[in-house]
């Protein structure tokens, strides 16, 4: 059970301190990427068939979810360039990651997530990076 959340200033950025009580200890949830490609909340998002480009890898893989449909995991892909637009300009220093999505439903939500493998008896956590919809 997940009983607090806090915000941490570090050397390398933000990141989210997120206590696990089942471990005794704490896991670390770095800052979520910024969506560039679609941006955060877009609609009328292609059904399939595009490169999603984060500002920068997160946790240990990338995963699109929506309701009653089961996780769809993405490999990873070349940054397109130029991005399609509408996009979203990467954050200094960062290093910008692209996945391949397949098809898609049209007229859904999807959130974009990451899993963030935890040690050996502790519950693996989930960071939400953005949400789209599809036309």
């Known amino acids: 059970m997940l009983?607090?959340?806090?915000?941490?200033?570090?050397?390398?950025?933000?990141?989210?301190?997120?206590?696990?009580?089942?471990?005794?200890?704490?896991a670390?949830?770095?800052?979520?990427p910024t969506m560039m490609y679609p941006i955060a909340n877009a609609t009328g998002v292609p059904d399939g068939n595009f490169t999603l480009v984060l500002s920068s890898t997160y946790g240990d893989?990338?995963?699109?979810?929506?309701?009653g449909n089961a996780n769809l995991s993405l490999a990873t892909a070349a940054v397109p360039s130029p991005l399609p637009s509408p996009n979203a300009s990467p954050p200094p220093g960062s290093t910008p990651a692209g996945?391949?999505?397949g098809t898609l439903a049209a007229h859904t939500t999807y959130t974009v997530a990451s899993t963030f493998t935890q040690p050996a008896g502790c519950p693996n956590?989930?960071?939400t990076i953005g949400s789209f919809t599809t036309q």
């Open 3 to 26: 009983l607090g959340i806090a915000l941490l200033a570090g050397c390398g950025g933000a990141v989210a301190s997120v206590r696990q009580a089942e471990c005794g200890g704490y």
């Open 61 to 67: 893989g990338v995963f699109l979810s929506s309701n």
């Open 99 to 101: 996945f391949a999505v």
């Open 125 to 127: 956590i989930t960071g």
């Open 28 to 32: 670390i949830l770095p800052v979520p």
